[in-house]
């Protein structure tokens, strides 16, 4: 069997990036109205990731660039088909599938952090969006609500297509994003 060579993906910064924001979606999505505190800095933890991330995304590593991963809806659908037939391409850095499972979360993630500001603010009168004012107090709950949830479904969906592809192209995945190196 030969040895293929270790080649470095997943820089430190990202990879610390994608384990705080787990936790801090975690976090958040755990305690809800329960432990408000905690849940507002979780949320503030991670508007904070958002932020480093689209910035990472255009001065970060090779592979953590947009530039090098995203691509069209039709790219992504074509990869998808490709995994079906278990026969997708191997890539280093993220896959067509992978880049709009990105692009999905951040969004999702972006659209849970807006409306939890607004929730915030209009419930206790507080954050950034302090003078929002409690009249539409209940249509952010449900959109904060809604959107927590959407991105819980696409994180249980990440970790499914993460799986399926250490399963088809024989990598540990997640180990990779620990260590950061996959092979060449």
Same mark, same amino acid.
């Given at each position: ?5 270790? /080649?470095?993906?997943? $820089? ?8 705080? +924001? ?6 958040? !999505? ?17 508007? %904070? ?12 590593? $090779? !592979? ?21 037939? &278990? ?7 993220? *896959? ?6 990105? /692009? ?5 993630? +972006?659209?849970?952090?807006?409306? %939890?500001?607004? /929730? !915030?603010?209009? $419930? ?24 927590? *949830?959407?991105?819980?479904?696409? /994180? ?9 592809? &250490?399963?088809?192209?024989?990598? *540990? ?12």
């Amino acid at each position: 069997m030969e040895m293929k060579a270790l /080649v470095k993906v997943w $820089d430190l910064p990202l990879r610390i990036f994608h384990w705080l +924001l787990v936790a801090g979606f975690f976090i958040a !999505y755990l305690t809800e109205e329960d432990l408000l505190t905690v849940h507002v800095w979780a949320g503030y933890l991670v508007s %904070g990731l958002l932020v480093f991330r689209v910035v990472w995304g255009f001065i970060g590593n $090779d !592979y953590a660039r947009f530039s090098n991963f995203l691509c069209s809806p039709v790219q992504s659908i074509a990869y998808l088909k490709d995994m079906l037939g &278990s026969k997708p391409r191997r890539y280093l850095g993220h *896959n067509p599938a992978g880049a709009a499972m990105i /692009v999905l979360l951040l969004l999702s993630l +972006l659209m849970t952090v807006g409306t %939890g500001l607004a /929730v !915030y603010g209009a $419930d206790q009168a507080a954050g950034p969006l302090a003078a929002i004012g409690s009249a539409n107090e209940k249509m952010w709950e449900e959109l904060h609500e809604f959107f927590a *949830n959407f991105t819980l479904l696409l /994180v249980f969906l990440h970790i499914a297509g993460v799986a399926i592809e &250490s399963y088809i192209h024989r990598e *540990n995945l997640l180990r990779a994003m620990l260590h950061g190196f996959k092979r060449n």
